[in-house]
């Protein structure tokens, strides 16, 4: 690194590093609630089974993205504040719902609320909010680590138990203090795009269908 490199690093130096280990992790959780918007990349655990994930959410209730489980199938998310709509891929017709439910809604959403318990897990990974809190609070054995790099970023090392076995979380240690990565014994997350926009733009009537019209239930977020 050149002098000029490591002047400008030392200038942006948030600090955290010589903060607590607590203290980090509250920085952490408010800087990501500052930034207002995030995407999140990678894998998390629900009842057991593993949750590919790629999703834009923000702290005004918008998300768009993909979930899926392998051998299960995917389907796209939109979210705009309550209303949530989830567009399922052929894998998952085949393995919910079956061939005349896939004909039925075609190439269209289903549209439902956050509020329904079948979509609840869906509702929590879309909400920024709820996220940070997450990565704030519950935590026990914390304690910091070695500095590293993560996506091209200084960053500090937070270990933790989480509840559900050890986990590491990495810190920014310049610019925002927003966390860059967690990962843990049932998958890693990447943080990225902070503050970037979420696409506003919703599902019209001619391409959902209300999950209410259909007199199948639709597909259940706690299986994907």
Not at 68 to 88: M, T
């Amino acid at each position: 690194m050149s002098a000029s490199a490591a002047a400008a690093t030392r200038a942006d130096d948030n600090g955290v590093a010589q903060l607590p280990a607590d203290r980090v992790l509250q920085q952490a959780a408010q800087a990501l609630k500052d930034a207002g918007a995030v995407r999140t990349v990678g894998a998390v655990s629900s009842q057991g089974a593993r949750i590919d994930l790629d999703l834009r959410l923000d702290s005004a209730g918008h998300c768009t993205g993909t979930l899926g489980q392998s051998g299960v199938g995917s389907f796209q998310v939109v979210k705009a504040g309550p209303d949530l709509w989830v567009k399922p891929d052929q894998e998952f017709w085949a393995t919910h719902g079956g061939e005349a439910l896939s004909q039925l809604v075609g190439d269209r959403y289903l549209k439902t609320t956050s509020d329904n318990p079948d979509f609840a897990e869906i509702g929590e990974l879309c909400d920024l909010d709820a996220l940070a809190d997450q990565l704030g609070t519950g935590k026990t054995g914390l304690a910091k680590g070695a500095p590293t790099t993560v996506q091209g970023r200084p960053a500090l090392t937070l270990t933790a138990d989480t509840g559900t076995g050890p986990g590491t979380l990495y810190v920014a240690t310049t610019g925002s203090p927003v966390p860059l990565e967690l990962t843990k014994s049932t998958g890693t997350v990447e943080f990225s795009d902070f503050g970037t926009p979420v696409p506003s733009a919703t599902p019209g009537p001619e391409q959902s269908l209300d999950l209410d019209q259909l007199e199948s239930p639709g597909p259940s977020a706690s299986v994907v």
